[in-house]
């Protein structure tokens, strides 16, 4: 269970420069095909944070083709995280902790974010075995600790309504639409970020769905992946995923086109899903890892919505199979 505590700075007294404390928040405009990326990482032990912003309109490979892009690695770190101001602009605070945030932007070239964020369930705890089926029994996403060992990393992924304004280069847009955040800490060593899929999508406010999924690339087909937490808000009321699940995605190159699945809740119920892309563009959180990021259109039965898909890629993974001296082949496509 997670506590209006739980926003601010968690790290213990011997926490190192390693630790760190963020927030994941996805603003999106389906019927403007508009996804905007807000991501804060900040290390409380040595005072310092990471601030990123990026707006797609479009699906590419590279970030030349952004709306807007606006990375700084060096601010100094709030006094508390659920008050947080920025010297690029940003503001996040939590008004109705640990479910309602207010998220502010005010950047350059005419870019503005003004959200008001409201859960529409309770932050969903992935260390909590009442919250996920398989809490404590498999590895931690993020944190090198110990299958079942207890310690004081965190995570929670929260559903929730996002209302306002996105300005871009100008153009304002109303903001109505559903979405997955998530706020997590502990030690994460830079060099280790895991290869997985996060994986949202939204029907409704009646119906939404949440998947981590580690990912080895290396294996065929639904091989290649796990789930290991999730959940599915259907009506009102969450239920647990568990570890039943047949998943395969399309490449092109190091970008997802597609994605299809078949998960199932705790009543038994089983859901199939279906995914193209439609707008997105790489990020890296961290300066080891790249993320084919998109919003999907999603397809349930005959039901259509919208999600976004965060693979991610461990560098040092893909330098260990792609790296190349001047005399070997270069591939065009790698899948």
């Known amino acids: 269970m997670i506590t209006a505590e739980q926003i601010d700075y968690q790290n213990p007294p011997d926490a190192d420069h390693n630790w760190v404390e963020t927030y994941l928040i996805p603003i999106v405009i389906p019927e403007e095909h508009i996804y905007a990326l807000v991501y804060v990482c900040a290390r409380p032990a040595m005072g310092v944070m990471s601030n990123q912003i990026m707006v797609c309109g479009a699906l590419s490979d590279n970030r030349s083709d952004l709306l807007h892009y606006n990375d700084n690695q060096h601010l100094p770190a709030p006094k508390k995280f659920s008050e947080l101001t920025s010297p690029i602009g940003l503001s996040i605070r939590a008004t109705d902790a640990p479910r309602n945030f207010r998220i502010d932007y005010q950047g350059f070239d005419g870019t503005e974010i003004h959200i008001d964020w409201e859960g529409l369930m309770d932050p969903f705890d992935i260390h909590d075995p009442n919250h996920s089926p398989q809490a404590g029994r498999v590895e931690d996403m993020h944190a090198d600790i110990d299958t079942g060992k207890k310690h004081l990393a965190g995570h929670f992924d929260l559903t929730g309504r996002a209302t306002g304004t996105l300005t871009v280069r100008g153009r304002t847009f109303k903001v109505d639409s559903i979405e997955r955040m998530d706020h997590s800490w502990g030690p994460r060593d830079p060099m280790v970020i895991k290869n997985m899929y996060i994986v949202s999508a939204t029907f409704g406010p009646d119906l939404a769905f949440h ?116 005399t070997d082949p270069s591939p065009t496509v790698w899948v």
């Open 211 to 326: 998947m981590i999924c580690p990912w080895n690339p290396d294996l065929k087909g639904a091989e290649q992946f796990q789930l290991t937490h999730g959940y599915v808000l259907d009506q009102g009321k969450v239920y647990g995923l568990t570890s039943e699940l047949t998943m395969t995605s399309n490449h092109h190159g190091l970008m997802c086109t597609g994605l299809q699945m078949s998960v199932k809740d705790t009543r038994g119920k089983r859901f199939h899903l279906r995914a193209t892309a439609d707008v997105g563009a790489p990020w890296s959180p961290y300066p080891s890892a790249i993320t084919f990021n998109s919003m999907m259109r999603w397809s349930y039965g005959d039901r259509d919505g919208y999600g976004v898909v965060l693979p991610n890629y461990n560098l040092p993974y893909l330098n260990q199979r792609r790296g190349r001296f001047y």
